[in-house]
C-alpha cells in the first residue's frame, strides 16, 4: 500500500515509519525541510520525501494521488502561538482539500482524549484537537481518530518531564493537579494501535479511546518512576499554585519550555481516563504496564538507539524554520571571533570530538561557564542547557543541541553550524569546519540588535577569548580537558 505520512520528522511519524516499512508499505513522507529526514536511518527505495507545509496550500499540490491512507500527526503542541487554534484549523483545512479527488481510503489521527465537558471549558491543546478531528471528517474520506492520553517512552515529553523531576528534586513543592487521574500508555502500544487500525474496515469513520493498563495520579506517576529507578522522593502538594505559577515551575524545574509547560499544566487539570475500550476487540496486543513502559525507555537510552525526542522539533525551543535555509552566517553588519588551530591530533578524532560536543559531553573546556549561561539563558525565559541532545555522536540539520540548533551537520566535510537558540539581543551562530591543510577554523558570529546588542557582545568578548581559544585547543589535541 501506499501510504501519506504527515509529520514524519515528528516524534510519533520517527517511531511509526519503521513499522510501516517493514510491513512492506510504501511510505510518502510530508515533511517541512527535507534535511532535518535522517535519510542513514532507512532505506530509500520504499520512501519518497515531500517538503511542504500544511499551511501552505501550493506546496501541497505535490502530493500523490494514489495514496491508500494517510496519517494526521501534525499537532504544534507548545508552539506559543497566539494564533495556535486559528494555525491548527487552517492545517487541518488545506490537507483535506489537498487529498480531495484522490483514491484516499482513510486518515488516521492521533488526537487526545477529550474529557465530558464543554469546549469553552477545554484546554486550548484539547480544544485544537477536538477541532481537527471535527475539520477532518467533513471531508469525503473516512476518518479513524485514536485518542491517547499521556504517552510514555524514551524522547516523549512526558517522559523527560517526569525524568526530570524525579532525578533533581528529592523533596517537591507541587500544585494540586498532581492528583489528577490519567492513563498512560506506552510508545509501543501507541505505535501498534496505529498501524493495526491502517484499512481496518472495523475502524473506518470512528473514534477510539486508547490507554494503557492502569489508571494513575501524576503523583503516583512520579512516585513509580523513583521507586522504578532506586531513588526516595517525598512530594508536598498545595492548593495554592496558580496555573501560571504551576507552568513556571515546570519550566525552572524541567527541559521544557514555557509554552509547552503552559499548555501541559491547562491539560493536566481535566482526567484523562478511557470511557471505553472497544480498540481491544479490533486490534489486540499485550498493554505495557507504566514500570513496563519506563524499564523500556531506558532500555533504548542506555543503548543510545532513541529514534526520536520532543525537543528536536522546531518548536521546543525559539527557532524560526527560515534560517534552516540559511547555510551560511551573515557576513554583513556582523561581529565575529574567529580562530584557526592546526589539528595535533587526527583529523577524525578532531571531528569526532566536535560531532560530540554537549549534552552529556559536555563542552570540553569551562563546562561551569556553558553551565552558568544555561542558568542565566533559564532564567530570562530561554531554553537553557538542559535539552541536550539526541544521541552522543550523531546530528542531522534541526536537531536541538543544548541552546543551540543545528543547522548543518556535513560530518564527511567536516563542518558543523549551530544558531543560538538562548536569549541573547541578536543573532549569534558557533560553526566549526575542518580545512583540507589539517586545520580547524572555529567562528562565532553575532548580529547585534542595536546598541545593546554591540554592548553585549563586547561585555562577553573576555570569556571569548578564554573558552574558545581553550576549546579549540581542546578540539585538536592541542591540550588536554580544562576543568
Partial sequence: MKILLTGANGYIGLRLLPSLLEAGHHVVCLVRDRRRFPFQDFAEENI??????????????????????????????????????????QAAQNFGAALRGSRLQQIIYLSGIVPDISDSELS????????????????????????AP?????????????????????????????????????????????????????????????GGPEVLTYKEMLEKYAENRGLKRWIITVPVMTPRLSSYWLFFVTSTSFPLAQALVASMRHEVICKENQIHSIVSQ???????????????????????????????????????????????GVLTDKRSFPIIDSVEKTRQRVWSIGGKTGWYTYDWAWLLRGKIDRL????????????????????ALDFWRVIVA???????LLFAEMKVPGEAWLEWRITDSDELIQTATFRPSGLLGRLYWYSVLPFHFLIFRSLGKTLTGAVGKID
Avoid at 505495557?288 to 522539533?313: G, H, M
Avoid at 556535513?410 to 558543523?416: A, F, N, P, Q, V
Wanted: include cysteine; proline fraction near 6%.
Fill in 410 to 416: 556535513d560530518k564527511k566535510t567536516g563542518r558543523l
Fill in 150 to 210: 499521556i504517552i510514555v517512552g524514551s524522547g516523549s515529553a512526558s517522559f523527560e518531564i517526569i525524568r526530570d523531576l524525579v532525578e533533581k528534586l528529592p523533596i517537591m513543592i507541587a500544585p494540586k493537579w498532581l492528583k489528577t487521574r490519567c492513563q498512560p500508555i506506552g510508545i509501543r502500544n501507541v505505535v501498534c494501535y496505529l498501524q493495526g487500525v491502517l484499512l481496518q474496515p472495523a475502524t473506518l469513520g470512528k473514534s477510539f479511546e486508547i
Fill in 286 to 332: 499485550d498493554l505495557l504496564s507504566y514500570d513496563e513502559a519506563i524499564d523500556r525507555a531506558f532500555v533504548k537510552i542506555a543503548q543510545n538507539r532513541v529514534p526520536s525526542t520532543w525537543y528536536d522539533a522546531l518548536a521546543s525551543g525559539t527557532f524560526d524554520n527560515s534560517h534552516l535555509h540559511q547555510i551560511r552566517p551573515p557576513e554583513f
Fill in 124 to 147: 486550548p491543546h484539547l480544544r485544537s484537537r477536538h477541532q481537527v478531528e471535527d475539520i477532518l471528517s467533513r471531508f469525503s474520506i473516512p476518518v479513524t481518530t485514536l485518542r
Fill in 48 to 89: 519518497t520525501l515531500i517538503e511542504a507545509d500544511l499551511l501552505d496550500p501550493d506546496s501541497l499540490k505535490a502530493l500523490p494521488k494514489d495514496l491508500d491512507a494517510a496519517y494526521y500527526l501534525v499537532h504544534s503542541m507548545g508552539a506559543g502561538s497566539e494564533h495556535f487554534l486559528d494555525l491548527e484549523k
Fill in 380 to 399: 530570562f525565559g530561554g531554553t537553557g542547557i538542559r535539552r541536550g541532545r539526541r544521541h552522543p555522536t550523531d546530528l542531522n540539520s534541526g536537531d
